[in-house]
């Protein structure tokens, strides 16, 4: 597969003005708000960092048990705990714009309103990059999946963030959802992106007790357990997306990170892998570089979507 | 993460281990714990295991840790041989604060509870103050875990166990509760570790005695630094600034002490 190469070019344009050094992100969720991560790695060597979900008002998030571990992944139930859009812009904001990575907000709503208003306030604020949203959490009541799984719904929710931001918009699928359709109604809708995919739906017992391990009895599941699921929708997204896809699901390894690109993925985001080793990401990227190296591709852009 | 590498990893009773973690550490507070990754090349089990950190090797050369194989990852764990490569990161939480002139310092242990309060106790010592263990375990088995704190000079230990093998038959709250009244003389603080029924009861039993106390708390961990939001505990204490965003507090990034009077023990 062509020459081996001495320099490679890890740029990626995820549309709408949004143009990234590498197509390796972290994952909302899995990465806090940034700043909890710089003892660990130098952030401005990721492609975009998405903060933890944020919401109009402070959310305490579910009771516990909220996490238990699965052959090869997780459950969590967290429930999108989170301080909020407004101590995010005032607290994290500032010291995170500092690093010359994009950073995207990825927001949640119980209602169309809220999803509306959270995007509107983040608009215009220097140092965000992107709105991500979420209609794609399992661990809450109202929201979150209800509106990732209904068409109608989630059309509603992304026509609303588009008009209350000039920031590129992304919106983030729920393996539950009827891919393709689903791809086609929240294009029209007007997002500049699609990512895809969150957590699956799971449950765990403990059989000694005959009880649910989590306090919501179901959770999501995520990690290297989702990861042939996970590039499934991002092959068939592909085959209808018009616009960039990113492909999300227990992505550990480069190798892990390329099947999605070459499913038709234009970048990635690395979730549960941050637990195990806080520079998983910087990891995926250096191995990215080499794969491209040895196999003579000269820009990553062109191995998306070049399953043959 | 940290590559660190096994020194040692000895059986010191059935089901019991120690495991010498050569590593270039920096400085640990009795109380921190460390995240350890059981597999390095295997996602099964995929998430890193914590543990307390037990004893700083000497020369500050690495850490120690002790450690019950419980489940499948502790059991990998036991097979480690020395000169084996271990990942490790750390040392996270906070740790237990240290107390002014505490008069006496009370550690009270449950089980495996025990561990974070090796370098605790050696460290109250060195500086010349007071401290005593009450140490609780199901037999005589368990209770040899202690061996190493009756060597400690000055400090003084009372066991008791469940079926009266070792020590006084009873629970460790027993012993604590007997004589907190008499501890409450000349004690000002009290430290403990161990289930959470245990920990809710000597909190309870402090709180009447007029001690302070501080608990080390257990949650299943996914991340260790605060971020998976995961370790939740309902720590019944609001922030102020924004309405109940303190209601949890994480036992990785805001623990895994905290004061007795904090947790809401009937969340547990
Ligand atoms: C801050 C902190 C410090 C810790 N320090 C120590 C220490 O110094 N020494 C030590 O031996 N252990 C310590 N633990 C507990 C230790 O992390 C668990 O025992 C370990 O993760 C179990 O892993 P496993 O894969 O062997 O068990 P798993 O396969 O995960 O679980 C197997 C069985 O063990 C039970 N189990 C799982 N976690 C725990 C737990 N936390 N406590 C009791 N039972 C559990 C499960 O319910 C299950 O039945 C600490 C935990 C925390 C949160
Ligand atoms: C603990 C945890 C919290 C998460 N929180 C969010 C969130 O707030 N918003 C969101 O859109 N996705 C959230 N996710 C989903 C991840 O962003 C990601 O889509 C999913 O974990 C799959 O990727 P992975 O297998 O690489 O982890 C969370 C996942 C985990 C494990
Ligand atoms: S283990 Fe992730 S927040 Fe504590």
Redesign the pocket.
């Known amino acids: 597969m062509g020459i081996p190469l001495k320099k490679v070019d890890l740029r990626v344009d995820a549309g709408g003005g949004l143009k990234l050094k590498n197509p390796v992100m972290t994952a909302s969720g899995t990465f806090g708000y940034g700043v909890e991560f710089e003892p660990y790695m130098d952030l401005g060597r990721l492609g975009a960092i998405v903060v933890k979900g944020l919401s109009l008002l402070p959310r305490e998030g579910n009771p516990p048990p909220r996490t238990t571990?699965t052959p090869c992944g997780m459950l969590n139930a967290i429930g999108l705990q989170n301080i909020g859009v407004e101590a995010f812009i005032r607290e994290k904001l500032p010291r995170l714009k500092r690093f010359k990575t994009p950073v995207i907000a990825n927001i949640f709503g119980e209602t169309v309103g809220e999803y509306r208003e959270v995007a509107r306030r983040l608009d215009g604020e220097p140092g965000v990059a992107a709105i991500e949203i979420n209609i794609s959490c399992p661990n809450v009541k109202k929201g979150g999946l209800s509106f990732g799984t209904d068409l109608r719904e989630a059309a509603r929710v992304v026509t609303a963030v588009r008009k209350a931001t000039r920031l590129h918009v992304m919106t983030k699928l729920s393996p539950l959802a009827d891919i393709k359709v689903m791809v086609r109604a929240v294009e029209d809708a007007g997002t500049d992106s699609i990512s895809l995919i969150n957590t699956i739906p799971g449950m765990a017992i403990?059989v000694?007790r005959r009880r649910p391990v989590l306090s919501t009895v179901t959770g999501g599941l995520s990690g290297p357990a989702i990861r042939p699921v996970a590039v499934r929708c991002v092959w068939e997204a592909a085959k209808v997306a018009r616009v960039p896809l990113i492909g999300i699901g227990g992505i550990v390894t480069a190798s892990d990170a390329l099947e999605f690109i070459i499913a038709g993925a234009t970048a990635v985001q690395i979730g549960t892998a941050n637990f195990l080793d806080p520079s998983a990401s910087v990891g995926v990227i250096d191995g990215m570089e080499d794969y491209m190296k040895r196999h003579g591709v000269k820009k990553v852009k062109n191995l998306t979507g070049s399953l043959g | 993460m940290s590559e660190a590498v096994v020194a040692h990893n000895r059986l010191i009773a059935p089901g019991?281990y120690r495991m010498g973690l050569q590593w270039k550490s920096p400085g640990v507070t009795p109380g921190q714990?460390i995240m350890l990754r059981?597999s390095a090349d295997s996602l099964d089990?995929l998430l890193r295991?914590?543990?307390?950190?037990?004893d700083v090797l000497r020369g500050a050369k690495g850490i120690e840790?002790?450690?019950?194989?419980?489940?499948?990852?502790?059991?990998?764990?036991s097979t480690l041989r020395p000169g084996d490569m271990a990942d490790i990161f750390g040392p996270l939480?906070n740790g237990f604060p240290a107390v002014k002139d505490p008069g006496r310092a009370v550690m009270v242990a449950g089980g495996?509870g025990i561990?974070?309060f090796y370098m605790l106790a050696k460290d109250i010592l060195k500086r010349g103050e007071n401290a005593a263990l009450f140490y609780g375990a199901r037999g005589r088995t368990d209770a040899a875990i202690a061996t190493d704190f009756r060597k400690l000079k000055g400090l003084k230990v009372e066991v008791a166990t469940e079926d009266g093998s070792m020590g006084e038959k009873g629970l460790v709250t027993d012993i604590f509760g007997k004589k907190a009244v008499w501890l409450a003389g000349e004690a000002s603080v009290v430290y403990a570790c161990g289930p959470s029924g245990m920990l809710k009861e000597v909190a309870r039993i402090s709180k009447k005695n007029g001690l302070r106390c501080f608990v080390?708390?257990?949650?299943?961990?996914a991340c260790g630094i605060g971020v998976c939001l995961g370790?939740a505990v309902r720590t019944g204490k609001t922030a102020g600034k924004g309405t109940d965003r303190k209601k949890y507090g994480m036992?990785?990034s805001d623990?895994?002490v905290f004061p007795g009077e904090d947790i809401e023990w009937e969340s547990l």
Do not use: H, N, Q, W
Not at chain 2, 49 to 54: I, Q, S, T
Not at chain 2, 65 to 77: C, E, W
Not at chain 2, 216 to 221: D, G, I, K, P, Y
């Open positions: 571990e403990d000694e | 019991y714990f059981v089990p295991r914590p543990f307390g950190v037990y840790i002790l450690y019950r194989v419980v489940g499948r990852g502790t059991k990998i764990m939480g495996m561990a974070p080390s708390l257990e949650r299943a961990m370790c036992v990785c623990g895994p």
